[in-house]
């Protein structure tokens, strides 16, 4: 706690203009290094909150004109505060820098990148500031920003004037493609903000999956934070006899499969030198019958020396994966504390809807991990694990089976529609494989924790994530079929997936019924506080409702509506979130689970909000960027909102 009491006397002494990343109120993408996503700052508090108000509103301009990707467009940014500066990024990966106190821009860096490329994704998180520690230096970049682009490159701007650095690369540019083995432009790109360690510059990358098995690699690279050199590199499947899960893997396999990439953020713990990746799944996703085995490291929390590279531990957390349940929280960085020890732990969410807390220097299990037997797959040539590993830690989805009698509906009609397609598909609970006559998955690949991540009260030791209870269908079946299925239009809401190099692609279609809602009982996206000393859920409430989502002459209902983004948790005992699809700004007391504040937003909010203090009177500020999220199909904007007391 030492630790935790010294860092908010800092933040107390320092004004906003004088803020480097490692004393601002939010110099990181999720809060501090550690990724906790816990503000010390106390002014907005649960007997204030509802006198909330807009302090100012800044947009990018960013709208997709003349984007070819425009419908899939993202503004998942959480900005981050520091030298005086508010800096945040759009899903087309320009870099702004705004005045933390009025929202007037101050500069803009558009890196240019081909808009008419039809980008895997098109978003951005957010940015990463670095301080040059070596105070004979001088000139301009001795403060940086950097940001991953969708076109797959490392960007170094001078943190002051927005110019990029031009000892840094090539004019302030490093290509991330290297190595990588590219095949399709634009789906190879960076999506989440880089990690700094010391004078590292830690990123992975975002990969297209399912199109095949011989996709990019999944490497992960330190870059030097001055120049640009490459000072390690790491690829989560193994490149060479010596690495340290060759013995894992067929040496062909290994070689022709891609993925296992790292496309969430990465963490970093500053005191041991550890940055801690989450990888994804090795590919392709819905068929591993060429990929034998556990597929080592890929769906993996791997702690990698962050001077070096090194692998200093790994513990994988999905076996052979054919469910796409990559790692795509954030690493969250704790102490859990009792009267008998105090443990140095790494949180993991999965989007499975599992906590695991892993002992930071050896990756050995707090609450202990034990392997269950799953259902095995019907499909010929694949062979599913037969166990998956479960934490004892509370599941924050179900891992129950979805029969026909849990079929929901507004009515006798609709709940009789879902009843017969429940009862079409195979679910025989967690981690039922992907099947030729079609399986739920519950919860899918958008269920669980997504890359919200979790936020963490350091005074309670609660652990608060936004979690999705959402089904999916996925069917394999030849490719020829496939295309006769695209191309007869009958499949309006469904995605195709190639997997090439396998004797099957893959489609996938929400479990909804006519009216468009989930077939299982709601609610369908919830926020959760697990209590990490007593191990055990402290509260779960229904986040979102159904406005403006169901037909007019139907009423709207919170029943609890899925969502991306995260909650954060400040020290006036509020959650604040938005995420949910309605397209509401909400706070709630962190003891009850209490929705005490909610706001309209102009656009989608799912991103993960921030808050600081700026001005001459250090006014406390909670940010969002509501821009819409072209998956979710929620209303587009370019807006980042901040809100405030009133003076």
């Known amino acids: 706690m030492l630790r935790h009491i010294l860092y908010a006397l800092a933040l107390a002494a320092t004004a906003a203009h004088g803020q480097s990343p490692a004393v601002s109120d939010w110099g990181h993408y999720g809060g501090d290094s550690f990724g906790q996503r816990y503000s010390p700052l106390h002014e907005i508090n649960r007997d204030n909150v509802a006198k909330l108000e807009v302090a100012w509103t800044y947009r990018t301009g960013e709208l997709g004109a003349g984007f070819a990707r425009a419908d899939k467009l993202a503004f998942e940014a959480t900005p981050v505060l520091a030298f005086g500066r508010l800096y945040l990024s759009t899903p087309t990966s320009i870099v702004i820098a705004l005045d933390p106190a009025t929202g007037r821009e101050l500069w803009r860096h558009d890196p240019h990148i081909p808009r008419d490329r039809h980008y895997a994704e098109a978003t951005s998180r957010g940015v990463a500031a670095w301080e040059d520690p070596d105070r004979n230096r001088k000139g301009a970049c001795i403060r940086r920003v950097f940001l991953g682009t969708l076109d797959a490159r490392l960007l170094a701007l001078d943190a002051d004037s927005g110019k990029p650095c031009a000892d840094f690369g090539l004019d302030g540019a490093v290509q991330l493609g290297v190595d990588a083995r590219l095949t399709t432009p634009g789906e190879y790109l960076v999506t989440s903000p880089p990690a700094i360690f010391e004078d590292v510059v830690i990123v992975g990358s975002a990969i297209g999956d399912n199109r095949g098995v011989e996709l990019e690699r999944g490497i992960v690279r330190g870059f030097d934070a001055r120049s640009g050199a490459t000072l390690w590199k790491f690829d989560p499947i193994p490149d060479s006899k010596d690495h340290p899960t060759a013995s894992h893997w067929r040496a062909d396999q290994a070689q022709r499969t891609g993925g296992a990439n790292a496309w969430a953020p990465i963490t970093v713990d500053p005191g041991r030198g550890l940055a801690f990746i989450p990888t994804g799944s090795a590919s392709p996703d819905f068929y591993g019958g060429e990929r034998q085995g556990d597929n080592a490291m890929a769906n993996s929390l791997v702690a990698l020396d962050a001077r070096t590279g090194a692998v200093r531990w790994y513990r994988q957390l999905i076996h052979h994966d054919l469910w796409d349940f990559d790692l795509a929280a954030q690493p969250t960085l704790i102490e859990i504390e009792s009267e008998a020890r105090s443990v140095a732990a790494v949180v993991q969410a999965t989007k499975s809807g599992l906590l695991f807390v892993l002992d930071r220097e050896t990756g050995e299990p707090v609450y202990g991990i034990e392997e269950r037997k799953v259902p095995a797959s019907r499909v010929p040539g694949e062979q599913a694990s037969p166990t998956q590993p479960f934490p004892k830690t509370p599941p924050l989805v179900s891992p129950g089976p979805i029969r026909p009698q849990d079929a929901w509906g507004l009515t006798f009609w609709d709940r009789g529609k879902c009843r017969e397609l429940i009862a079409k598909y195979r679910n025989e609970g967690a981690y039922t494989p992907p099947d030729l006559a079609g399986t739920i998955l519950f919860p899918s690949f958008v269920g669980g924790v997504n890359w919200g991540g979790v936020a963490h009260d350091l005074r309670s030791n609660r652990i608060i994530a936004v979690v999705n209870h959402f089904p999916f269908v996925v069917t394999l079946a030849p490719r020829e079929t496939l295309r006769i299925q695209r191309e007869s239009g009958g499949f309006p809401e469904s995605e195709f997936a190639a997997q090439r190099g396998t004797p099957y692609g893959a489609r996938r279609e929400p479990l909804v019924s006519p009216w468009g809602l989930p077939c299982v009982r709601p609610p369908w996206g919830t926020l959760v506080s697990v209590d990490l000393g007593k191990n055990r859920i402290d509260w779960e409430v229904p986040l979102g409702g159904t406005r403006g989502i169901l037909p007019a002459w139907l009423p709207s209902r919170d029943f609890g509506m899925p969502g991306l983004g995260g909650a954060i948790v400040t020290a006036g005992d509020l959650v604040f979130v938005a995420a949910a699809m309605d397209n509401r700004f909400r706070a709630f007391d962190v003891e009850t689970g209490k929705e005490l504040w909610k706001r309209a937003l102009p656009a989608g909010g799912q991103a993960t909000p ?36 009133p003076r």
Do not use: C, E, S
Request: proline content about 6%; aromatic content about 12%; glycine content about 16%.
């Open 610 to 645: 921030m808050t600081y203090r700026a001005g001459p009177d250090h006014r406390q500020f909670v940010v969002i960027a509501a821009g819409g999220h072209g998956g979710l199909d929620t209303p587009k904007g370019d807006y980042v909102i901040a809100y405030a007391l």
